[in-house]
């Protein structure tokens, strides 16, 4: 896996971030278990964009460590970089006009 071998991605891979669920009618995070496949690793990085923009802003108290999410989110982009360096057609998709 280029991902793993790039050595760019170690937190996301062994630590992904954690995903929001409902815990006893209130909001919490379960922790996801390390990344083992590439189905695995895109699923992190969706769950990267939505804690970003979904996520609990933390209305309790702030966020303890905000640099793991500014390593998660330069990781995940690392991992997208990666993919449109492989695969040209995937490139060539996200970069067509939506209009011609």
């Given at each position: ?34 990344i ?13 964009r939505?804690?970003l ?23 995940a ?8 360096d ?15």
């Amino acid at each position: 896996m280029r991902v793993r071998v790039s050595g760019k991605v170690t937190t996301l891979l062994g630590k992904p971030p954690k995903k929001q669920v409902i815990k006893d009618g209130a909001l919490g995070w379960e922790m996801m278990s390390a990344i083992r496949t590439a189905n695995d690793l895109f699923l992190a990085v969706r769950r990267v964009r939505n804690n970003l923009f979904h996520g609990g802003k933390y209305p309790i108290r702030p966020e303890p460590d905000m640099s793991r999410n500014q390593t998660l989110l330069r990781e995940a982009t690392r991992v997208l970089e990666i993919a449109l360096d492989v695969s040209p057609d995937l490139h060539a998709f996200l970069y067509e006009p939506i209009l011609s």
